[in-house]
Nanobody, 117 residues
């Protein structure tokens, strides 16, 4: 079993920055992909950014150039640095870990990010 603990959400003004973190513990495999998704009220959950243990990254077009994801494999922690935040970035942000090779996916509880003046 894998547990994911997220932190770093909060209220930020438009144009501001915020860094989230997600730490995995438990039976994490050596190879995995950690990612952040977000879901605003009335919308589907969307992938924001991801990073594999091998360093392969992916970004949603809506955040590319504004968000940067990094990870510390020794700590099983992933950090999305979010800059130039917009009101439309307001959502609940969820951390995900997919463990390879089985493909089992785990989810964190979520953390709220609100971008508002």
């Amino acid at each position: 079993q894998v547990q994911l603990v997220e932190s770093g959400g909060g209220l930020v003004q438009p144009g501001g920055s915020l860094r989230l973190s997600c730490t995995a513990s438990g039976s994490t495999s050596a190879a995995n992909r950690m990612a952040w998704y977000r879901q605003a009220p009335g919308n589907q959950r969307e992938l924001v950014a991801s990073m594999s243990t091998g360093g392969i990254t992916g970004y949603s077009p809506s955040v590319k150039g504004r968000f940067t994801i990094s990870r510390d494999n020794a700590k099983n922690t992933v950090y999305p640095q979010m800059s130039s935040l917009k009101p439309e970035d307001t959502a609940a942000y969820y951390c995900s870990l997919i463990s390879y090779p089985m493909g089992t996916e785990y989810w964190g509880q979520g953390t709220q990010v609100t971008v508002s003046s």
